[in-house]
């Protein structure tokens, strides 16, 4: 392998909770980023990608261990890094050629020399012509570009991508990707290594010399996948379709315990995240496996292009089957379990009655809800209750989307009932 350029080495990061308590969100991360490489970084939302992406840009620094670049310690943000956000984050009143001027201007450079650095680099990414427009005068794929424009007009060593393709629709982020494979396989533009942080498979197989899967609660590399397949790759030739198989795999492994890292207590416990996965998808993929023409049996990536979904909202889904006991998850492939044929041809309120089983018994989160109910005398509690709880191990904005998945749950399976104009839980009514 060529020179190290970024080295991680037991890398830790927390962060505070609401309530003041800490929140591990990376722990013992150690990773090599090397000259003349792309790699891709999949893993589940909330899983620590984007706060490793930041150490590594010298945004944010690490409670522990080394961060060094071109074998020096980071401490700051260096020049030869660049970051592009999947928010875009441009200045809505500065023309395109101002936005991307921006890092030019902050290093002090004269205005003759950051005009034509910003012109070239505007030019580079497909966006002559648009120099004088404002942000809101372009689509969401020219803005994307801007922002892409912003970071290369540094002439960066490394360029950090976080979920770059994400906002766009799949056809303008697919020509986006491409745009950018053709600029580094070319050499048009400086940049001697790229790290993409991606929900996307595909993406990854089609860019990437290297997949890494990275574990949740907390972070850290998981799996680490090499890719010796020469680009331009072709999607549809069966070497990528293979390599996307694989992955999915990677990405499924433990999927039923919610991603816990392997050698710790693989079963839910009540602080975990939950698959974002609402009843009427988790329903519908099972009525599709059930049927023809999978008969129990499915490869996610040829799911994925049935249902039309997202590989993260189709893993998602494909977690909860698992974590329910719905499905089962091996190699890529999601297999029905004879609970799941059951609940797929049950009518409305066998399901219900099913699944309020199913998640009492593996959701331990819905148990510890109903157990408060009950023994509370008014049969009702305040949802911010259990945020507080959930807040110990996640994030505000985490913790909400757990509750409400759990919530959705308990509800659709008649182990409680909530109000959403007052924020209440409580028992069903005829208990």
Same mark, same amino acid.
């Given at each position: 392998?060529?020179?190290?350029?970024?080295?991680?080495?037991?890398?830790?990061?927390?962060? $505070?909770?609401?309530?003041?308590?800490?929140?591990?969100?990376?722990?013992?991360?150690?990773?090599?980023?090397?000259?003349?490489?792309?790699?891709?970084?999949?893993?589940?939302?909330?899983?620590?990608?984007?706060?490793?992406?930041?150490?590594?840009?010298?945004?944010?620094?690490?409670?522990?261990?080394?961060?060094?670049?071109?074998?020096?310690?980071?401490?700051?943000?260096?020049?030869?890094?660049?970051?592009?956000?999947?928010?875009?984050?441009?200045?809505?009143?500065?023309?395109? /050629?101002?936005?991307?001027?921006?890092? %030019?201007?902050?290093?002090?450079?004269?205005?003759?020399?950051?005009?034509?650095?910003?012109?070239?680099? +505007?030019?580079?990414?497909?966006?002559?012509?648009?120099?004088?427009?404002?942000?809101?005068?372009?689509?969401?794929?020219? $803005?994307?570009?801007?922002?892409?424009?912003?970071? %290369?007009?540094?002439?960066?060593?490394?360029? %950090?991508?976080?979920?770059?393709?994400?906002?766009?629709?799949?056809?303008?982020?697919?020509?986006?990707?491409?745009?950018?494979?053709?600029?580094?396989?070319?050499?048009?533009?400086?940049?001697?290594?790229?790290?993409?942080?991606?929900?996307? *498979?595909?993406?990854?197989?089609?860019?990437?010399?290297?997949?890494? &899967?990275?574990?949740?609660?907390?972070?850290?590399?998981?799996?680490?996948?090499? +890719?010796?397949?020469?680009?331009?790759?072709?999607?549809?030739?069966?070497?990528?379709?293979?390599?996307?198989?694989?992955?999915?795999?990677?990405?499924?492994?433990?999927?039923?315990?919610?991603?816990?890292?392997?050698?710790?207590?693989?079963?839910?416990?009540?602080?975990? $995240?939950?698959?974002?996965?609402?009843?009427?998808? *988790?329903?519908? +993929?099972?009525?599709?496996?059930?049927?023809?023409?999978?008969?129990?049996?499915?490869?996610?990536?040829?799911?994925?292009?049935?249902?039309?979904?997202?590989?993260?909202?189709?893993?998602?889904?494909?977690?909860?089957?698992?974590?329910?006991?719905?499905?089962?998850?091996?190699?890529?492939? +999601? &297999?029905?379990?004879?609970?799941?044929?059951?609940?797929?041809?049950?009518?409305? /309120?066998? $399901?219900?009655?099913?699944?309020?089983?199913?998640?009492?018994?593996?959701?331990?989160?819905?148990?510890?809800?109903?157990?408060?109910?009950?023994?509370?005398?008014?049969?009702?509690?305040?949802?911010?209750?259990?945020?507080?709880?959930?807040?110990?191990? %996640?994030?505000?904005?985490?913790?909400?989307?757990?509750?409400?998945?759990?919530?959705?749950?308990?509800?659709?399976?008649?182990?409680?009932?909530?109000?959403?104009?007052?924020?209440?839980?409580?028992?069903?009514?005829?208990?």
């Amino acid at each position: 392998m060529s020179t190290p350029i970024i080295e991680i080495k037991s890398v830790n990061k927390s962060f $505070r909770s609401a309530d003041g308590s800490a929140r591990t969100v990376l722990e013992g991360v150690d990773f090599t980023l090397f000259e003349g490489e792309i790699v891709a970084l999949l893993g589940q939302s909330g899983s620590g990608k984007s706060t490793l992406l930041r150490i590594m840009a010298g945004l944010i620094g690490a409670d522990s261990g080394q961060v060094a670049y071109r074998g020096l310690p980071l401490y700051g943000p260096a020049r030869g890094i660049s970051m592009v956000f999947q928010s875009f984050a441009l200045f809505p009143w500065l023309t395109v /050629q101002k936005n991307v001027e921006l890092g %030019l201007e902050a290093q002090g450079m004269a205005p003759e020399e950051r005009a034509r650095r910003a012109e070239a680099a +505007i030019e580079l990414i497909g966006l002559s012509g648009f120099e004088g427009a404002l942000p809101r005068e372009l689509s969401g794929g020219m $803005r994307q570009r801007v922002g892409i424009a912003r970071a %290369l007009v540094l002439e960066p060593e490394v360029l %950090l991508m976080d979920e770059a393709f994400s906002a766009l629709d799949v056809l303008t982020g697919e020509r986006l990707r491409d745009d950018i494979l053709e600029l580094w396989e070319t050499r048009q533009m400086p940049t001697k290594a790229i790290l993409v942080v991606s929900h996307n *498979i595909e993406d990854a197989v089609m860019m990437a010399d290297r997949v890494l &899967v990275f574990g949740s609660d907390p972070g850290r590399v998981r799996e680490e996948l090499p +890719i010796r397949l020469s680009r331009p790759r072709e999607v549809e030739s069966q070497e990528v379709r293979s390599l996307i198989d694989t992955v999915y795999g990677l990405m499924t492994t433990g999927a039923g315990r919610v991603g816990r890292t392997p050698g710790k207590e693989t079963r839910l416990q009540l602080g975990d $995240r939950l698959p974002i996965a609402d009843i009427a998808r *988790i329903e519908g +993929i099972l009525e599709l496996l059930a049927d023809e023409p999978f008969r129990g049996r499915a490869d996610l990536p040829k799911l994925a292009e049935e249902t039309e979904l997202t590989d993260h909202e189709l893993l998602d889904v494909s977690a909860a089957l698992a974590l329910l006991g719905f499905a089962n998850l091996a190699q890529g492939d +999601i &297999v029905i379990t004879p609970l799941g044929e059951r609940y797929a041809r049950a009518g409305n /309120q066998e $399901r219900k009655a099913i699944f309020g089983a199913q998640v009492l018994e593996h959701v331990p989160l819905v148990a510890y809800i109903r157990h408060g109910l009950a023994q509370d005398p008014s049969g009702d509690l305040h949802e911010d209750l259990f945020l507080k709880l959930l807040n110990f191990t %996640l994030d505000e904005a985490e913790a909400e989307r757990v509750l409400s998945v759990a919530i959705e749950w308990g509800r659709y399976g008649d182990v409680f009932e909530y109000n959403f104009n007052t924020g209440v839980i409580q028992l069903p009514e005829d208990e």
